[in-house]
DNA sequence: TGACGTCAAGATCCG
DNA sequence: CGGATCTTGACGTCA
């Protein structure tokens, strides 16, 4: 059972996927930033090689306008021995891979160009992974599309328009119930006919169930069936939603209680689980550490290294909790350590706690700062409660410091990228 | 025609 | 000039 996130690694340096406006989107502008973009993937699976986590979703934006015709750049021959590299990396590193077009690569639209450009866009997802020498369990997962009044014809049509993807395409494609249209009883109709395997994402048939009768657990082992071995394990899509906002909006973190009780349901058809979650891989960290095996207080004392600033500027009260709950070394309060991590995150930063913390983080760099740099910090401390963004300039001045010193304690700290 | 989702790019403003 | 803040982009469907 592995747990991953998808398409970009918060606090992990340099592994920004960057790209530019369709006016720019030149072929050796693109060159550039497909360069520059599969070494922030190699840099994003080298982390997850270290933290252990072994599923990850690449973005769809690696190649800029990939599918697009105005990106008439021959990619696959150009970054060839780049992207066999980092398919390497991802096997050694035992790494499963998967992409997911977004919502507007619509396979079953009625209007030709619109499918046209689904099928480039497929056949772009498809020749990247190739290139990578992935095997097919590495997979690409696809909404069935639109509704257009008639569900029945919708998905006859999504079914004529399989037929026309080449093989490479079909051996990769998975089907997901989505939030809006197409739930899951609907996808797996669908999928006994193009016989595809079928993600099942739990919030989207929450906030888009099928008929009663059915329960998650149901859905989700006959989602399960349909994977074979050659499919790898079936994957299932995990979040929870976002209290505060509208339905189906992803939450910024995951609640290990409502986890558990996912685990509880999945754990019998042992699927790989891909986080949909604001906070990407540090939700990935925790739920593994949450189901660890050896239980050893030291994957939490290597988190606390990461969150402990963050805790100080957001609930002084609560960093004190944790290194109380940390002395006992033979123990292993993972629910506890990540009760307090979160709800301590959640606590409004007040100025005086934001100073402190600065204060704190500066200490790291003080005897090394120039006269300008001291200063600057000066200045800077000097705006807390008086200037309205006096915490993230700070944070950003930190961040430059800690470019520049590149202080080991403050290596992989969480501070400078949390808000 | 705007909302939807997404988040960096690009544009503009400010000191 | 650098930094902060606001707006746009790129996609297709649906209300």
Redesign the pocket.
């Known amino acids: 059972m592995n747990i991953g996130y998808?398409?970009?690694a918060v606090g992990v340096a340099d592994t920004?996927?960057?790209?530019?406006?369709?006016?720019?989107?030149t072929d050796s502008?693109i060159a550039e930033?497909a360069g520059e973009n599969l070494s922030a993937v190699e840099r994003m699976l080298e982390y997850n090689g270290l933290m252990n986590i072994r599923l990850f979703r690449m973005s769809s934006d690696i190649i800029p306008?990939a599918g697009?015709?105005?990106n008439t750049l021959d990619w696959s021959m150009l970054l060839a021995p780049q992207l066999a590299a980092l398919g390497d990396k991802a096997k050694s590193l035992g790494i499963r891979l998967s992409m997911h077009p977004?919502?507007?690569?619509?396979l079953?639209?009625?209007?030709g160009?619109?499918?046209e450009?689904?099928i480039r866009d497929l056949a772009y997802h498809t020749a990247f992974m190739d290139a990578m020498g992935l095997g097919i369990e590495n997979k690409i997962i696809l909404h069935v599309?639109?509704?257009?009044?008639n569900h029945l014809e919708?998905m006859e049509r999504f079914a004529l328009h399989a037929e026309y993807l080449s093989p490479e395409i079909r051996n990769r494609l998975v089907l997901e119930n989505d939030?809006?249209?197409f739930n899951i009883e609907e996808v797996l109709e669908l999928s006994e006919t193009v016989k595809l395997p079928v993600v099942f994402d739990l919030l989207h048939h929450q906030a888009n169930p099928s008929a009663p009768g059915g329960s998650p657990e149901i859905w989700m082992g006959a989602a399960a069936k349909t994977w074979k071995p050659k499919d790898g394990p079936p994957k299932v899509h995990y979040s929870q939603q976002d209290q505060g906002?509208?339905?189906?909006?992803?939450s910024t973190t995951i609640s290990l209680d409502g986890f558990f009780d996912f685990i509880e349901m999945a754990q019998s058809y042992n699927p790989d689980i891909m986080l949909?979650v604001?906070d990407?891989n540090l939700s990935a960290v925790k739920c593994i550490n949450a189901l660890a095996e050896d239980k050893k207080i030291n994957r939490l004392e290597q988190e606390w290294g990461r969150y402990k600033y963050n805790i100080l500027e957001h609930a002084p009260e609560g960093y004190n909790r944790i290194r109380l709950l940390l002395k006992q070394k033979t123990a292993y309060p993972v629910r506890d350590f990540y009760t307090i991590i979160d709800g301590s995150l959640e606590t409004p930063v007040t100025a005086g706690n934001a100073r402190n913390a600065a204060e704190h983080v500066w200490g790291y760099f003080k005897d090394q700062a120039d006269t300008s740099e001291k200063a600057r910090f000066e200045r800077l401390l000097s705006g807390y409660g008086k200037v309205?963004?006096a915490a993230?300039?700070?944070k950003?001045?930190l961040m430059?410091l800690q470019d520049k010193y590149q202080d080991e304690y403050l290596k992989g700290t969480l501070y400078f990228y949390l808000p």
């Open positions: 998808a398409c970009l920004q996927i960057k790209g530019c406006t369709i006016r720019n989107a502008r930033l306008f697009n015709p105005v977004g919502q507007y690569t619509v079953n639209s009625p209007r160009d619109v499918v450009a689904a599309g639109g509704g257009y009044g919708a939030e809006r249209i906002k509208k339905k189906g909006a992803h949909e604001k990407k309205k963004n993230p300039s700070m950003a001045f430059k």
